[in-house]
Each structure stands twice: as C-alpha cells, then as structure tokens.
C-alpha cells in the first residue's frame, strides 16, 4: 500500500551535518503522522521524532532535540530530517515510517510502513 524510500546518508566527521529525504508511493501520506527511527549495532530501533500530518508540530528524543529538525512536503509525499551537529553516538541506520493510527506515537509497533533505511556514519 505504501512505499517509503530513504536517501542522503553518508559518512561524516563528528560536527558536520546531513539532511536525510524520505519519498513514499502508493498511496498519500500526507493524512498521517510520520517518524523517524534509527537502529545501532547492537541496539534496538529507536524513536528519533516525529511530525503531525499538517507539519506543524514535532517531537524529538532528549538526545537529538536542538541538533535535529524533521520537516514534510505534503505535495512531494516527502518527510526531511537535517541533522546539525552529528556525534559519534548519532551512527545508526535510519528509517523513516508512517504512523497508519494516526496517534503520533514514539513506540516502533504503531508505526506500519517502513523504509529500508539509510546509513548514516559519524566518525570521531
């Protein structure tokens, strides 16, 4: 039903930045909250944020908040996550997903469509 495609990520120095892109197909987005997760070695996935299905309001974890900023283009099924500041600790792959409840949950089991990820990498 929904096709999600993550792009723009890379390999980086610690403080340099990135902005990841996330296209769907198939079907709109633009009637659903939308987030972003990553998964370290080792780690299970975890929330990042999210963005309610206008763009207007948005939640970070406490580790990214102030350094991360996730934006949507309704029109292009497009959601964005610019990364500033990125630290070693940021080195996951990540995905972006859409939350069909339409809740705008944290918890990875309220989110049903998945992308296949993006390596982003921070070095020291």
């Known amino acids: 039903q929904v096709q999600l495609v993550e792009s723009g990520g890379g390999l980086v120095q610690a403080g340099a930045s990135l902005k990841l892109s996330c296209t769907a197909s198939?079907?709109?987005?633009?009637?659903?909250?939308m987030g972003w997760f990553r998964q370290a070695p080792g780690k299970e996935r975890e929330f990042v944020c999210r963005i309610n299905r206008a763009g207007s309001i948005r939640s970070y974890s406490d580790s990214v908040k102030g350094r991360f900023t996730i934006s949507r283009d309704n029109a292009k099924n497009t959601v964005y996550l610019q990364m500033n500041s990125l630290k070693p600790e940021d080195t996951a792959i990540y995905y972006c997903a859409v939350d069909t409840s339409a809740l705008g949950s944290r918890m990875v089991d309220s989110y049903e469509y998945w992308g296949q990820g993006t390596q982003v990498t921070v070095s020291s």
């Open positions: 198939g079907r709109t987005v633009s009637s659903f909250p």
